[in-house]
């Protein structure tokens, strides 16, 4: 073990002397929850901000190694864990806003810092005099008296800094620090071409007759972004981060529906030599195939899945691919359904993507007699949000919001809600950023601007950002179903955030592995369609009458309905992040130009044994921002959408076992999971709240892959995970 080398009373005394911060970030924000003051932040905070952040980190965690007293839990594990105040305030800001309404200023920074900010993390988590530290601290753990949480904060530290390379040689540390530098720069080079990618190539339509079939709405919009974009009298349809496109089902031009679909699948692949994101993601996966060798793993996925429920690539892929065979089935058998509808309008075409949920929505309004923009019409923004979303967490949590428009925001689009408990104190911030923008890049997702700390006493500040079209100006603006369940998703994010009762930040809200982190926001779908959440939120804009409960059963069992296509996009992307992730070194070298990086794609696809022609999946490599656009991110780890939803499937089951929207099941599902953090097994976090180890029944039987009686027969055998058998290696 390394040894801290004695030093004299100067050094110690320099050691010591933190350096002092300036300008906005240099102390916690005076606004109620510490709340950032956007009107006192300009682009020309940020840079100084994290130079004089990190300098402030580097000075504290130098002394923590020179401090000459033994290592002790707090001195050490603590201290490391109170280091970097000023760093954190700046980069939840920043990175918020990188992501929601950048600029090309921040954009700037934005590649700047990066690799910086990589740099000084690798400083601090291989520097092997504090490393020693920690390990005195954690071989002594057998003998200290620590609460559930210390011990859990001292566990991931020990294991963040090993993974991180603690235990490497001094050559291998270095070349990891290189990596980890590169990684950086690439990361956020992917993710900035292709926004651009996204935002820059909207599909021009030269007459308002090719749009046949879109809303006087959505026509509106699409002449005014043409407008915006130097082209009066045209009309431009912008793309949306997903392989298929929101607009495809209601354009009747088929032509145009081709078009459409092309511009979105081809759109960083080098079709326009402007946006190819190929060879970034082909260094990508180089370098962390590269990386993985160092630490003596033979892939990326088996390197970084080591803190996850599922521990090992093994796993999830077994769980995927007995998924298949029952998938591609269904993908046959719903083509089949689709040609035929396709035949009875007198078509002369088999059925292709740009083809697929015209047909699907055709297939399912004849089935089951829904009208998807009828449905439309009872789901107004507000109302989904303040009478639906609020009035779950109402009803389960016993919570209550107050809107106010004291907190300044960074786009006028932002509404900002305290957040009560039912005794009436106060919970947290809530900030609400529905709709797309070119400055926002694509999906959805929640973070904070404050985490939850006992040990800071701060509350949290929580942010959902959402990319819902907005309405032209005048109109009102209804949402879709699928709108509307991301509103309950992201706001079950939310709640996890809120419910955080953790001392260390490190541990609190949702940071969870992530193949458990999207489990509570998935969940919080279910009371979407709940009968009694519908009744207080889905009225009809203009009669105010409430959404007819048959028409509620249609939406439900509509959502059996298309299974091949709505599961198989996502299962396809998450086995082809897999195959990413399963790169040796020499394989991933050995992918070393653009059409090779297509190749690559194509045989890796074809390999999964689903109807990829007529099923891409939801996103292509070139454009796959969840795995290629930071460090580490979502690589090797896409499957968590699927392995969370078996959490989420057999959840509902337990809450519906359980008398369903009941304050009483709120508060169980807060104290043994929402408020847990990253405190625990995930394992044993489940079983305390539901009393048994996850069934993969429910989902299978939610997706229309297995009938209940082929569920009840099959339970037995291979239904049930045992427990734990997920969780080793």
């Known amino acids: 073990m390394t040894q801290t080398a004695p030093i004299s009373a100067a050094e110690a005394s320099s050691a010591y002397a933190t350096p002092e911060g ?28 994290f130079e004089q952040g990190m300098a402030i980190q580097k000075a504290e965690v130098r002394a923590i190694i020179d401090n000459p007293a033994p290592p002790t839990f707090g001195n050490t594990i603590v201290a490391l864990e109170k280091s970097g105040r000023m760093l954190g305030r700046v980069s939840a800001v920043f990175f918020a806003l990188t992501g929601s309404n950048t600029t090309d200023r921040l954009d700037e920074i934005n590649k700047e810092i990066s690799p910086k900010l990589s740099a000084h993390s690798d400083a601090i988590l291989l520097d092997p005099d504090l490393f020693a530290r920690v390990k005195v601290v954690y071989d002594a753990r057998a003998s200290m008296t620590m609460t559930v ?60 007759e090719e749009l046949a079939g879109l809303s006087d709405a959505d026509i509106r919009a699409a002449a005014d972004l043409a407008a915006e974009q130097g082209m009066p009298g045209k009309y431009a349809i912008a793309l949306q981060n997903t392989t298929q496109q929101p607009l495809l089902p209601a354009l009747a031009n088929r032509s145009v529906r081709e078009a459409l679909f092309m511009r979105s699948y081809t759109r960083a692949d080098g079709t326009n030599p402007e946006y190819d994101t190929r060879m970034i993601l082909a260094k990508i996966a180089r370098l962390r195939a590269e990386k993985a060798a160092i630490f003596g793993k033979e892939d990326w996925a088996s390197y970084t899945m080591y803190d996850r429920m599922a521990k090992v690539p093994a796993t999830a892929l077994s769980f995927m691919e007995q998924m298949v065979p029952a998938l591609a089935a269904t993908q046959r058998r719903e083509a089949e359904m689709l040609n035929a509808a396709i035949r009875a309008e007198g078509g002369n075409f088999e059925v292709q993507p740009w083809d697929w949920y015209r047909y699907a929505n055709k297939v399912k309004a004849d089935r089951y ?6 449905v439309m019409e009872y789901f107004q923004i507000d109302r989904v949000l303040e009478d639906g979303v609020f009035y779950m967490a109402n009803r389960l949590y016993g919570l209550t919001f107050e809107k106010r428009d004291d907190i300044p925001v960074y786009h006028p689009d932002v509404s900002v809600y305290t957040v009560f408990e039912e005794d009436g104190s106060e919970l947290g911030l809530f900030y609400f950023d529905p709709y797309q923008r070119e400055s926002k890049r694509g999906g959805a997702w929640m973070s904070n601007f404050v985490d939850q700390s006992h040990l800071w006493g701060t509350k949290p500040v ?124 020499q394989e991933a070298a050995a992918i070393d130009t653009p059409d090779k990086v297509t190749a690559f794609e194509e045989r890796s696809l074809e390999e999964l044994g689903l109807e990829i022609d007529l099923v891409p999946p939801r996103y292509r490599s070139t454009y796959f921002n969840h795995i290629f656009s930071s460090p580490a991110g979502y690589s090797a780890g896409y499957y968590s959408y699927l392995w969370t939803e078996m959490l989420d499937r057999d959840s509902r089951e337990w809450f519906r076992e359980n008398g369903g929207l009941t304050r009483a099941n709120g508060q169980h599902y807060r104290d043994t999971v929402l408020s847990r953090g990253g405190t625990m097994d995930y394992f044993e976090m489940y079983e305390n709240f539901a009393g048994r180890q996850p069934d993969v029944q429910p989902m ?30």
């Open 22 to 49: 300036t300008g906005y970030f240099a102390s916690p924000s005076d606004l109620p929850f510490r709340a950032p003051d956007f009107t006192r932040i300009s682009e020309y905070d940020y840079l100084p901000a």
């Open 369 to 374: 007699d829904l009208d998807e923009s009828a």
């Open 462 to 585: 929580i942010y959902n950002v959402l990319n819902i079209p907005k309405a032209a100006e005048g109109e009102v603006q209804l949402v879709g179903f699928d709108d509307v369940n991301t509103m309950f998703h992201e706001f079950g994010h939310a709640l996890h955030g809120l419910f955080a009762d953790q001392k260390y930040e490190s541990l609190s809200g949702t940071a969870t592995a992530r193949d458990f982190v999207e489990y509570p926001s998935q969940v919080h779908e279910m009371w979407a369609t709940d009968p009694e959440v519908l009744q207080n939120y889905a009225r009809h804009y203009r009669t105010g009458e409430t959404i007819p409960m048959d028409m509620v059963e249609k939406i439900e069992a509509a959502s059996r309905f298309n299974q091949g296509y709505d599961f198989g996009e996502v299962v396809e992307a998450a086995l082809l992040d897999m195959k990413w992730a399963a790169l040796s070194p």
């Open 149 to 208: 949480e210390d011990a859990k904060l001292l566990e991931e530290t020990y294991a963040d800094m090993v993974h991180a390379g603690a235990l490497l040689t001094d050559a291998e540390r270095e070349r990891v620090k290189a990596i980890n530098t590169q990684l950086s720069m690439l990361t956020t080079e992917f993710g900035q071409v292709l926004r651009d990618a996204t935002n820059d190539q909207p599909l021009i339509v030269d007459t308002r």
């Open 700 to 729: 299978l039987e939610a997706r229309g892959l297995v009938s209940g009686d082929e569920a009840a027969d099959s339970e037995a055998s291979d239904g049930r995970l045992p427990p734990r058998s997920l969780g080793e290696s």
